[in-house]
């Protein structure tokens, strides 16, 4: 899969609160420019607050890039949220609903995989974090039971 060739990659640094929010307007917009519904717009940004946030939290900040895409089945976007933190021991566990690090109520990598497409995880222990997730404007993402 190709980036588009018409918008360049945005990315933006993810430290604070303050860039939190940053990062779900700026996802909501380009969403909305590709053609997003008002639905999968909500389901994208919610999968991005929950990345950013742990982004933020665990991995001890990073960045965030956004690249719009025009080569798969209508346009899409993709985020790859990025740490240099202290990865994730045990990704099995951590992508299971209820497993928390944090105090949460331990949905964020589960629950923003249910969000949309494609979603994949790259983490070394003591090296960081990359979550890399991708939705397409046109298309629904599937039920997945049990995921």
């Keep these: 899969m190709q980036a588009s060739r018409h918008a360049a ?9 303050a860039d939190l929010a940053w990062v779900r307007q700026q996802v909501r917009q380009a969403a909305a420019e590709l053609g997003f519904g008002l639905v999968q717009q909500t ?6 607050s929950e990345l950013a946030r742990n982004t933020l939290v665990h991995g001890g900040g990073g960045h965030v890039e956004i690249t719009p895409l ?4 209508s346009p899409g976007l993709r985020l790859a949220f990025v740490d240099t933190g202290p990865g994730i021991r045990d990704l099995d566990r951590a992508m299971t609903d209820g497993y ?6 331990g949905l964020g990598l589960s629950g923003a ?3 949309v497409h494609e979603f994949e995880v790259d983490s070394r222990p003591g090296e960081g974090t990359t979550v890399t997730v991708t939705a397409w404007a046109a298309v629904v993402p599937p039920s997945r039971p049990g995921s």
Aim: no cysteine.
């Design 9 to 17: 990659p945005a990315r933006l640094p993810i430290g604070s609160d």
């Design 43 to 48: 389901k994208l940004v919610t999968a991005a």
């Design 70 to 73: 025009d080569t798969g089945p």
């Design 100 to 105: 928390t690090s944090g105090g949460g109520l």
């Design 113 to 115: 995989k249910r969000l």
